[in-house]
């Protein structure tokens, strides 16, 4: 395989990835729009917004919510798009001013693909801990099952079901040492996130979107 034929394998591998992508994302909207039909939501606010212009499943779960009359984001990259009224550079997982919390709660809080990108345990916490105080009334977290057979940023299935000191080592190993740091990447399980949010007051249920017949995606749905 010559290198134009190498690049154009990639290509149509980032395009049939995005499209499954965008075809997932679009259940997740379609569920946030089933959980807040019968209630009054005036504000939306994303967290972990992507700057990426260029795939077409890049923020479809926040652009796909019916009946929004503002749009925000908190986002530690730098968000262009006409589409938020208004917009914070700043992690989810820093400590936010009154200021911020009073200018960005809102009655609904979305993040999508997030929380495995913050860091370990006590980072993921916190990140949930900020969503809550800056939900009004839902909050939704969706986060990939870290028991899927297939683990879509690597493409690599079943290592990942490994403790994950031995996976990270696997990674290393075979040169994918970025999803090998824990900041970069921390799959999550049921447990794990029931753990997290067993000392917080609020309600919430579990709700999953399947790949291949198997769960992919977990989807935290909080009320206050």
């Not at 591998?13 to 209630?39: A, G």
């Not at 796909?64 to 917009?87: A, G, L, P, R």
């Not at 696997?170 to 794990?192: H, P, Q, T």
Request: hydrophobic share 40%.
């Amino acid at each position: 395989m010559n290198k134009n034929q190498e690049l154009l394998y990639v290509i149509n591998h980032y395009k049939v990835l995005d499209k499954l992508l965008l075809k997932k994302r679009l259940e997740i909207s379609n569920i946030i729009n089933n959980v807040i039909k019968n209630q009054t939501i005036y504000d939306a606010l994303d967290i972990g917004t992507t700057s990426d212009i260029g795939n077409a499943s890049s923020n479809t779960v926040i652009e796909n919510i019916k009946n929004i009359k503002k749009f925000k984001c908190i986002s530690n990259q730098e968000i262009t798009s006409n589409f938020f009224d208004i917009k914070l550079k700043k992690s989810i997982v820093s400590d936010l001013s009154e200021d911020e919390f009073h200018h960005f709660s809102s009655d609904l809080v979305i993040s999508n693909a997030t929380i495995e990108h913050v860091g370990g345990f006590l980072q993921q916490k916190k990140m949930i801990e900020n969503v809550i105080k800056l939900t009004k009334k839902v909050f939704i977290i969706t986060t990939p099952n870290r028991f899927h057979p297939i683990e879509l940023h690597t493409k690599i299935p079943f290592i990942h079901w490994f403790p994950k000191p031995i996976y990270r080592k696997i990674l290393k190993f075979i040169g994918l040492s970025f999803y090998a740091n824990e900041k970069n990447l921390n799959l999550l399980d049921v447990s794990e996130i029931k753990e997290m949010l067993k000392d917080e007051k609020i309600t919430y249920e579990l709700k999953f979107i399947k790949l291949l017949f198997f769960k992919s995606n977990i989807i935290i749905i909080g009320k206050k």
